[in-house]
């Protein structure tokens, strides 16, 4: 199978890319190499799969790479919460108008195979149960109860405690941040490619990815990546809120492999969303106590507070990805963290002036 995977030098791309070629498969690798994400060189992992360095706006490029392609896996984004809202045209740009060019791009070569790197961001806060109310979307953190220490959102009919559940694919969007919106924007995008076309997308929403070949040291990146810098500079990592918040860490290489169970899977009918998740959760601060164990390094500082798009849970529920894809994660936590911590890291991105 000959495949087009965008955004291959990347964090997860790369690992896509080593994989496909591993399985006998040929990548074809198209980056950008986003001053945000790629510091220096291109590195050596992605220098073997002889990436073309372009963008996937351009569409005179696409229509040069595309023939003779069974399928394309979008790995190309902005990610991350970003500085402010300065950055929502490089989200919109790079993200939906990407996203929508590589997909008209599609139309005219005749490719109808699609896996998109979404996230689990599109949810917004996970799913929450109240004890009089069953399943209840929460009321919105007040900025004075995350002032007061009090981080765990509310049922909005009776100000109840809520308990965090398992999401589901078809647990309503609410996308929280800039990049969250425009993840979601791309989900919409290829739905209605799909419609128009008869194409199939796997819509892959990825929940914490880490491990090796993150970036590192710039706002942009991953939780796991913060923390292992300040660990790596004898500094605390700092944690907010309590750090009780529950997250689903997954290791990278388990989302490769989801990605190409997803490429070497049925066509789907239409886009269907599956969450990429490990399947076992675990509070910010076991991440942060987990790495400064593994590096001998000072224990986690946890700092209170709440940045604008945080939420408090979200846990995601693995059976789509098991039933449709055969996909479990493999990576324990505790293995993937201590590997972690020696992992190879990405060189430091350039950083706004």
């Excluded at 399985?23 to 073309?52: F, I, S, T």
């Excluded at 959760?281 to 076991?286: I, K, L, N």
Aim: net charge negative; charged share 20%.
């Amino acid at each position: 199978m000959r495949v087009l995977v965008t955004g291959a030098a990347g964090f997860i791309g790369s690992q896509i890319a080593d994989l496909l070629a591993a399985e006998g498969h040929e990548p074809v690798c198209l980056d950008a190499l986003l001053p945000q994400a790629h510091g220096g060189a291109l590195p050596e992992w992605a220098r073997r799969h002889d990436p073309v360095i372009g963008d996937v706006r351009d569409d005179g490029l696409l229509d040069r790479l595309l023939p003779g392609v069974d399928a394309v896996c979008h790995q190309a984004a902005m990610v991350g919460h970003g500085l402010d809202p300065s950055d929502a045209p490089g989200y919109a740009g790079h993200n939906d108008h990407g996203t929508a060019v590589l997909l008209a791009a599609m139309h005219r070569a005749g490719v109808s195979r699609l896996v998109l790197a979404s996230s689990m961001v599109v949810y917004g806060e996970g799913r929450y149960t109240c004890a009089r109310h069953a399943v209840v979307r929460p009321a919105p953190r007040r900025a004075a109860d995350l002032a007061a220490g009090r981080y765990d959102p509310t049922c909005p009919a009776c100000g109840g405690t809520l308990d965090p559940a398992l999401v589901p694919e078809d647990a309503p969007l609410e996308p929280r941040s800039t990049y969250a919106a425009s993840k979601l924007a791309q989900e919409h995008y290829a739905a209605a490619w799909a419609r128009q076309t008869g194409g199939g997308v796997w819509a892959l929403r990825y929940h914490n990815v880490y491990g090796p070949r993150m970036p590192r040291d710039t706002p942009y990146a991953g939780v796991a990546s913060l923390f292992r810098s300040a660990l790596a500079g004898g500094r605390p990592p700092r944690v907010y809120e309590d750090g009780r918040q529950r997250r689903d860490f997954v290791h990278v290489t388990d989302v490769a492999r989801a990605n190409l169970l997803a490429l070497t899977a049925p066509t789907p009918d239409g886009l269907v969303p599956v969450n990429v998740c490990s399947g076992e959760p675990h509070t910010v601060g076991d991440l942060a106590a987990e790495l400064a164990r593994a590096m001998d390094g000072p224990e986690p500082e946890v700092v209170g507070g709440a940045r604008a798009a945080d939420v408090r849970h979200v846990v995601a529920d693995p059976t789509r990805a098991r039933d449709l894809l055969g996909y479990t994660a493999r990576v324990a936590f505790a293995d993937g963290v201590t590997a972690f911590a020696t992992d190879p890291l990405r060189e430091p991105a350039a950083l706004p002036a």
